[in-house]
């Protein structure tokens, strides 16, 4: 998938479920790896908000699992990434899911939000899309490249240009680009001129706007845009940035809320992202 299925997650973390019983050898032997896992004393029922896809239907995949902890999920999607921050907020939601460290950071510094991340789940490489040109050495002098409104993602997605020698940009490591960081662009490439909320990047793609879309990879799949076929460029695997399970500090050390972490890190979950995403999705945590 043009330099996107190269892209893999590394490490595993498996969830042990362990029946009550009597003192056999392979029961203690269970109870021992059952120690380590968050548990709820009564069930409980947490509403959480999410993007469509993948994050509502990977939670719709963890909800069975979570039910056998005792925990109901109740699932609100959203399909903006402001909504669910305010939700958090106001108390609407218990939990969120849907945005990386870099959002969260600049929405923290924006609105004094009292958030912490509980974990992280998986990863989603901004992609750069073109219907015309199969790489970004082909885009032409002046071409004009279509991003999101969210300083967060400029910051991910003007890396992908300097990595293939295109622009230059000043800035310090550890920070997050922006176009007034562009030191070099000798093709004098038109970074930003439309700029438009993350969502409707798919409907600019398909609708022939720009030269090159870059587009969040869950817009771009809850859009229908073809990832094999249009993606030209992603993210490297060294810069990725985690979606996360992210709450308001004060309720940080809720059990539930560590066990919805353990199962949305397990091996079935893991499993589910691989084979139903085909590695447009990349499981972390």
Do not use: W
């Not at 030269?211 to 771009?220: H, Q």
């Amino acid at each position: 998938m043009k330099k996107f299925l190269s892209i893999i997650g590394a490490a595993t973390l498996s969830l042990s479920l362990v029946a009550c019983g009597g003192t056999s050898e392979e029961d203690t032997q269970g109870a021992e790896e059952a120690e380590g896992e968050a548990s709820v004393d009564e069930p409980v029922t947490i509403k959480i908000g999410a993007s469509a896809v993948p994050h509502t239907e990977v939670l719709e995949f963890a909800a069975p699992l979570l039910e056998e902890r005792g925990i109901t999920l109740e699932i609100e999607t959203f399909t903006d990434y402001i909504l669910p921050n305010t939700a958090l907020r106001d108390g609407d939601i218990d939990v969120n899911y849907f945005q990386t460290p870099g959002y969260l950071a600049q929405q923290i510094e924006e609105y004094d939000y009292d958030f912490v991340s509980l974990g992280e789940v998986h990863a989603e490489p901004i992609g750069i899309y073109s219907k015309e040109y199969s790489s970004l050495e082909e885009l032409p002098e002046g071409a004009e490249i279509i991003f999101s409104d969210s300083i967060s993602d400029h910051g991910r997605i003007l890396p992908i240009f300097e990595r293939a020698g295109l622009i230059e940009l000043d800035v310090e490591e550890g920070e997050l680009a922006t176009i007034d960081d562009i030191s070099s662009n000798p093709k004098n490439l038109v970074f930003g001129s439309q700029q438009v909320e993350a969502r409707f990047l798919a409907p600019s793609f398909e609708n022939g706007e720009g030269d090159a879309v870059a587009i969040n990879t869950n817009y771009a799949l809850e859009g229908g845009v073809d990832i094999e076929q249009y993606g030209i460029a992603f993210e490297s695997e060294d810069v990725l940035q985690p979606n996360l399970i992210v709450v308001r500090a004060e309720d940080q050390d809720r059990p539930e809320f560590q066990v919805l972490v353990e199962v949305l890190q397990s091996e079935e979950v893991r499993q589910f992202i691989e084979e139903q995403y085909n590695g447009a999705v990349i499981p972390m945590g």
